[in-house]
């Protein structure tokens, strides 16, 4: 997608050969046109998959997973990192290590937001090496839902989670996929 790419040009801090930094636009400080058309574009590639809810993970997926929602006219169900006051139903529950935070959360939802009828597209900000895209596949395999597939913002393609999940069956649509991230430079794949 060419105008999250040049977003990530202009705006994005390499802050070592793993970890790009886009409080910018996205972590932090949101553009909400670019966070339109990044729903737009999710919406496309989903539109005929049939989906029935959008699942993603606070607090940073939340922004792209709602526009995509708006979309795709589904709701959208965020997975908790901590365990809330008022989360108090039944919960569907998984862990993940966090790749930029460095610990490991117990993730959840509310078992009355999914069940075997939906068929759920995940949603992130980032795949890195995939745990939390796991973690969320875990939590849906509980619920026995359909999972339509994938939709990751920035994927660093030269961390595994992508190739992990492709290979365990799932569809990946990336919008920006980097190669490389060195000497403050970001690198792009070719194909998205
Ligand atoms: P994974 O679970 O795939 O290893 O990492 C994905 C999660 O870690 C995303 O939800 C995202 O919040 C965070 N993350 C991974 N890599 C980066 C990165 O380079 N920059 C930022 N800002 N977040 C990242």
Do not use: C
């Not at 400080?29 to 539109?47: C, N, S, T, V």
């Not at 993940?96 to 460095?102: A, D, G, H, M, R």
């Not at 339509?148 to 919008?175: D, H, M, P, T």
Request: proline share 2%; aromatic share 6%; hydrophobic share 40%.
């Amino acid at each position: 997608m060419e105008r999250l790419k040049q977003k990530i040009l202009a705006e994005g801090t390499v802050l070592s050969d793993t970890v790009l930094k886009v409080d910018a636009f996205l972590n932090h400080q949101i553009d909400p046109e670019l966070m339109e058309d990044i729903g737009k574009e999710f919406g496309k590639r989903f539109a005929d998959d049939g989906i029935t809810k959008i699942l993603t993970l606070e607090s940073s997926g939340i922004a792209p997973a709602v526009m995509t929602g708006l979309v795709l006219q589904t709701p959208v169900i965020f997975a908790r990192k901590r365990k809330s006051l008022t989360l108090t139903d039944h919960l569907y529950s998984a862990s993940v290590y966090s790749f930029t935070k460095e610990e490991t959360n117990e993730i959840s939802i509310s078992q009355s937001f999914i069940s075997s009828e939906d068929t759920v597209l995940i949603v992130d900000d980032f795949l890195a090496n995939g745990q939390a895209v796991f973690g969320l596949i875990d939590i849906l395999e509980q619920a026995k839902a359909t999972i339509a597939g994938i939709g990751i913002v920035i994927e660093k393609g030269f961390q595994n989670g992508g190739e992990a999940i492709r290979k365990a069956g799932y569809r990946v649509e990336s919008l920006a996929t980097i190669a490389e991230l060195s000497e403050g430079n970001v690198a792009f794949k070719e194909e998205n």
